[in-house]
């Protein structure tokens, strides 16, 4: 039974490190798994999602040794099988980058199915799309998707849809594939670059990562390498919407402001003052924050890794905002929960009508996913009294520390696991 118990009230202040990209990292460590070198990896974050990873890289037989809790070494000269169906594997969203690593060195894989948070029906098909272009003969058989080729040939791909994974995931195998490959309507997040300068280091040949159009030549062979993670853009986006919601003052330190602009424009939007420096954004909130409308796009766009985040921010805004998620049709869940707090959102097709309200009140809640878990935390910590909230295995996919680095901020937040851990911390916070 983990838990978070929070009690809220109190501003957060003071400086908080932000961990390494997320979901860089399990594309990356996924991708080191192409070369038969050693490769060493700095900045993983220590997550569930990461190890689960980490884990089903060594049931294919690749050699991973921890350096320190952030320092990946991987060596997978010796790999064994190319199936991975793990019990592990099946809860992860990225288990579909294996399937990309693998094809591109062995032309062929078997990975199960991906899961991932419940945040709408994510598809499968324009990764589908590109690996066929590219050659290889997909088939879903008993729940594993299941490529072959003779070999992979460079092809021209238009993605129908702006996709992370499938931008990934097609850039992955094409870095192997016998010439040019051209992937048009790419996506741009800050961690599709992050992938494509991981593989540059190993010797591919990847321009234009970051814009719409990515061209791939591809290399027989890739080197060992040593390579720096970037900081986690929803991490620290999720701290700086902490301070918002608390009227505190957060500095997010290791971070790269570029990629959080969306998130301090809507923040200076309602109310707060955002300060950047080279590698920190400050976050002041000091009067009621003030509403807005918000759509969440592709990169640069608002994420939708922000959305619950920033609904919990607008429930407490004066007047009335709007929140329209573009990306993944299911992913107001949470907003039951929030009501249980005293919020007042309506939820249409795929917008969110929020009435800001004056105050929260503590409650339990229940975590319905990563992020949609993070924000009622958020909630929690700006609420009067306690809450207590339930399934945080799904926050702890994602946040390294998250209680500790809360703490750290001055929150009033521990993680207990039995009643009567919860309540030797009600009598400790008072
Ligand atoms: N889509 C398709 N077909 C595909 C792939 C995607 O129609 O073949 C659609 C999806 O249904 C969705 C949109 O395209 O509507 C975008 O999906 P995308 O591929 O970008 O998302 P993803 O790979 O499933 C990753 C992150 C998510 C993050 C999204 C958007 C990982 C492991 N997951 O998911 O992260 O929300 O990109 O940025 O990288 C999280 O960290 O909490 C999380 C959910």
Redesign the pocket.
Known sequence: MEQYAIKGGNPLVGEVEIGGA??AA?AILAAALMTDETVLIDNVPDVSDINAILSAMQDLGAIVTRLGRHTVKINASQIHTLVADGEELKKI??SYYLLGALTAKYKEARVVLPG??N?????????IKGFKALGVDVRIEHGLICNKAEHLKGSHIYLD??????TINTMLAAAMADGQTTIENA?K?PHVVDVANFLNSMGANIKGAGTDVIRIRGVEKLHKTEYTIIPDQ?EAGTYMFAAAVTKGDVTVKNVIPKHLESISAKLMEIGCEVEESDDAVRVVASKRLTHTQVKTLPYPGF???MQPQITVALGLAEGTSTVTES??ENRFKYVDELTKMGASIKVEGNTAIIDGVSRYTGAPLVAPD??AGAALVMAGLAAEEYTVIDNIQFIER?YEDFHLKLQGLGAKIDRVTSEKELQKFKLKVG
Request: hydrophobic share 40%; proline share 3%.
């Open positions: 997320k979901n399990l969203r990225a991932g948070c945040i709408g029906s994510r598809a499968i098909d324009q990764h849809v702006v996709t992370v994974g499938a996506a997040e929803i994420p939708t890794d990306i993944f990563l992020r994602g």
